[in-house]
């Protein structure tokens, strides 16, 4: 083997050994891991019914791990890292109201 196929080979092999050692690093992306299964979230420019006892219909909310942590309408409550933000643009939300049933007695007609 040739001195110009060495130094061929070696600047390969260098180059190889840098792109394993810093592919990893570049592969990772820690925000993701941060906020994977967070539960927060505000909801804003909608119509809100909170079910209290007065009937209240806000334009936004926010929810932290899962409970309500603000009620309003100026929706500038919803801030962190991992705070989803979902503009509802006037549609109506119902939180907490979660109808997950199925009519499969009434599919009868469809057979």
Known sequence: M???SRIVLLIASLSLAVAAVIAPALARDDDDDRCAGARDLTLIN??????????????SVTIRNG???????????????????????????????????????SLHHLI
């Open 46 to 59: 909608g119509k809100i019914h909170t079910l209290d006892a007065r009937n209240s219909i806000v334009s």
């Open 67 to 105: 409970k309500f942590a603000a009620v309003g309408h100026d929706g500038r409550f919803g801030e962190g890292r991992c705070m989803r933000t979902i503009n509802l643009r006037g549609h109506t939300a119902v939180p907490g109201l979660v109808d997950n049933h199925n009519h499969f007695p």
């Open 2 to 4: 040739g001195a110009r």
